[in-house]
Structures are given as C-alpha cells and as structure tokens.
C-alpha cells in the first residue's frame, strides 16, 4: 500500500520552502504527498489570504507534479480544524491499515503539545519531520513531547511503509530559509519576493494584489 502524507498549514502563501519539503518526502520515502490547507480561522486578519485563494495558490504549485495533490476536506468545514478530526476522519475512508504520515516542519512539530489530542495523534498517522533554520530538534524539544516520542523514531524509511501510524522519521532536506510571515512582509514593502514562490503562485499573488502586492501580472500569465 502505498504511503500517503499529509501535509497541513495554513500556506499563506504557499512558497518554496513548502514545495521542497514536499517533494524532498515525496522521494525519500517514494510516497504521494497532499497538501492540506488549513481553513479560515473564526477571526481572520484581514491582511491575510482566505481559503479559497490558499487554495487555489496550493493548486497551482501542484499542477504537473507527480505524487502531489491537494486535500481540501478542511475547508469544506465551518468548525475549526482540528488535525486530530481530519486523521479521524480520513481513516474512516481509507481504514485501519494504510500507512499515513503527517509531514511537519520542525517548528511545528516543537509545539505539538500545544495540538488538540496532540498525544492521540501517533494512533492515527506518522510523523515525518522536516528539518527547518533557526529550530534544533537535537537540543530543543520540551520533555514531554521527547518522553511522548523517545520509542517512536526510527531511522528507517521502509519502516513507515510497514506499519499504519505511530512512528516518527527525521527528514535531512537541504534546508529552505523561506517563511510565509517573510514573504508576506517583503511583499507589502515592496522588496524583492518573486523567486520565493513557484512562477504560477507568483502570477497569482500580483494579479489578484494579495498582501498588498502593487504589480499587475502579464496578460495570459494565469
Ligand atoms: P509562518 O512563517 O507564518 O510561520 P510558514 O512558512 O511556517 O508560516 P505554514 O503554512 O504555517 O507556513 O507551514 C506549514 C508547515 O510547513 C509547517 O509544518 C511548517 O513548519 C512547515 N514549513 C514552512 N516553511 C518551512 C521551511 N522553510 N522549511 C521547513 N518546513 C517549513
């Protein structure tokens, strides 16, 4: 069966460090890889992007890759979203014994303690960890997610093949420095962001001004 990973967050805007974590998965452990976009939180900033352009900048970063798609069941959803309800709900679908993964970065996975069930969660898939600048997983991880967590990691790929959930795998990409807030900021201030996003995302982003974007994008480029 074939490995699935699911890739959650709020991609506002996706961009590369994303992409490359994804695919960096995707090979390492010759798995397909969805993206998860978050829905809309109760109280959205109004500077931020709503779901249906995270969406649609998710879509346009998969299209032609192979191995990746886009899972939108959490914007179909008026309560928040909790990842444990999605992994509840997707075993429902696919059943006790396909092999899922939540793939994280290190950030991320550093303040699972703070997830809903967050002890619930290796019942129901995997974690693959994506190394991220700026977080060490070797020094800094509080003592109740290494005591939650210490039997779990194993350095063997196929492992996560074997098994349904429950286990946890470091992923050592080349680190990506992009951040989402970064982008953000760079692009309503003007500074160069363009080469931080896939071309199509870019287009995107100018045509329909999101984050204060100024440029028009070329006719035809969408
Ligand atoms: P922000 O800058 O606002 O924190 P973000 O860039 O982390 O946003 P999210 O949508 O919150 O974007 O991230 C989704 C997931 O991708 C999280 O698990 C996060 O840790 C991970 N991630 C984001 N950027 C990187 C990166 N450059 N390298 C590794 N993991 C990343």
Redesign the pocket.
Known sequence: MTLRIL??????PI?N??L??ALHARDALRAEVSLLPAGDPPHKDATLADAGDRARMCELTVVGIDGMDVDERELRRDAPSWTIDTLRELRAEIGDRAPLAL??????FLGLPTWKDWRELPRFAHFVI????GFDLDGAMPTELADAFAARFTRSPSALHAAPAGLAWRLRQP?????????RRRIASGEPWHDWVPPAVAGFIDHRHLYGATAASPPGHL
């Open positions: 890739y959650g967050g709020t991609f506002d961009h460090g994303h490359a974590v793939l994280v970065g290190a950030d991320s994506a190394e991220r600048p680190v990506s420095p992009e951040s989402a807030t970064e982008l």
